[in-house]
Every structure is written in structure tokens, then in C-alpha cells.
């Protein structure tokens, strides 16, 4: 079993930055995948950024590329996401999730295991 726990979201200004923290449980962390993805009201959760276990390869969604930086600390069980230059339109539930089978790695049915969210807010 896994479980993940999301935290530092909050208000911030637009062009600012935030770092979100993924802290997970269970032996197995650190042979998977972990993703971000994100939820804004009315809309579907979309994918933002991936990194796989081993080589710490990222994978990001066009919105992140150049702003959004993933990592890992698989000592620590953590996964980051830091976000710069915020944008009004990145305002959004922020979820990390395990990837659990191989395949794409942008849809939500490849990830089991999903923290309870952070709440990121940009203002304008």
C-alpha cells in the first residue's frame, strides 16, 4: 500500500513561484513513477509533470515546459514540483500520483495511488 500526501500550495501572486512536496509511504516508493496532475473546477484533471524512479527522467505537459521543474528524493520518499513565472490559468487542485504499469505517461488511469490535493491559487 501507498500513500501520498501533498502539501505546499497556497495563494500566491502572478509571476510567482511555489515548491509542492509529495510525501510518501510504503516500501515500494522508490520503484515507481510519481506524477503531478492537476484539477481545476469544471474541468478534468489534466497531467502537468512526471519522473520516473531511476533516472529521475521527466516528462511534462506543455504548460510546464520552461516553468515547472520535477524531482525526487528517494531517501526521503519525497517527490517536488517547483512552479515559476505562475500564471493565473495554473490555478488548479495540485495531485501526485504513483504510476503503476507502463505506457503513456500524460492519462490519469496509469496512476493508482493519489494524494488528497493541494490547493494552488494565482491571482492576476
Known amino acids: 500500500q501507498v500513500q501520498l500526501v501533498e502539501s505546499g500550495g497556497g495563494l500566491v501572486q502572478a509571476g510567482g513561484s511555489l515548491r509542492l512536496s509529495c510525501a510518501a509511504s510504503?516500501?515500494?516508493?522508490?520503484?515507481?513513477?510519481i506524477g503531478w496532475f492537476r484539477q481545476a473546477p469544471g474541468k478534468e484533471r489534466e497531467f502537468v509533470e512526471a519522473i520516473n524512479y531511476d533516472d529521475g527522467s521527466p516528462y511534462y505537459a506543455d504548460s510546464a515546459k520552461g516553468r515547472f521543474t520535477i524531482s525526487r528524493d528517494n531517501a526521503k520518499k519525497m517527490v517536488y514540483l517547483q512552479m515559476n513565472s505562475l500564471k493565473p490559468e495554473d490555478t488548479a487542485v495540485y495531485y501526485c500520483?504513483?504510476?503503476?504499469?507502463?505506457?503513456?505517461?500524460?492519462?490519469?488511469?496509469?496512476?493508482?495511488?493519489w494524494g488528497q490535493g493541494t490547493q494552488v491559487t494565482v491571482s492576476s
Open positions: 500520483a504513483r504510476k503503476w504499469r507502463s505506457g503513456s505517461w500524460y492519462g490519469p488511469d496509469e496512476y493508482d495511488w
Open positions: 510504503g516500501r515500494t516508493f522508490t520503484v515507481f513513477p
